[in-house]
């Protein structure tokens, strides 16, 4: 079984920082990418940034673009989320998911998910 886990949400003042940081860990993971989502209070869940472990190439949503940044670490089969200049409306619980390499059967293409840590940004 591959579990993922999340850590460094928090209350933060708009314009300040946060770093999130997600491990994958399972003795036959393989990852193909690694992402995050966030799901907005009374909204549904949404794709945030994603990396791919061969290659490293990266996409975002148009209103994280120039403040948010990830990044991965491949041995550890870990990614991280810089979040930049945060905003009220980056208030959101964020997840972490993991795709396997022969996988991309989950919602949103994703098999595996975190259970989410909180971020609130207030004004």
């Known amino acids: 079984q591959v579990r993922v886990v999340e850590s460094g949400g928090g209350m933060v003042q708009a314009g300040d920082s946060l770093r999130l940081s997600c491990e994958a860990s399972?003795?036959?993971?393989?990852?193909?990418?690694m992402a995050w989502f966030r799901q907005p209070p009374g909204k549904e869940r949404e794709f945030v940034a994603l990396?791919?472990?061969?290659?490293?190439?990266?996409n975002y949503t148009d209103s994280v673009k120039g403040r948010f940044t990830i990044s991965r670490h491949k041995v550890q089969n870990a990614v991280y989320l810089q979040m930049n200049s945060l905003k009220p409306e980056d208030t959101a619980v964020y997840y972490c998911?993991?795709?396997?390499?022969?996988?991309?059967?989950?919602?949103?293409?994703?098999?595996?998910w975190g259970t989410g840590t909180q971020v609130i940004v207030s004004s």
């Open positions: 998911a993991a795709r396997a390499y022969y996988g991309g059967n989950g919602p949103f293409g994703m098999d595996y």
């Open positions: 399972g003795r036959t993971f393989s990852a193909y990418a």
């Open positions: 990396i791919r472990w061969s290659g490293g190439n990266i």
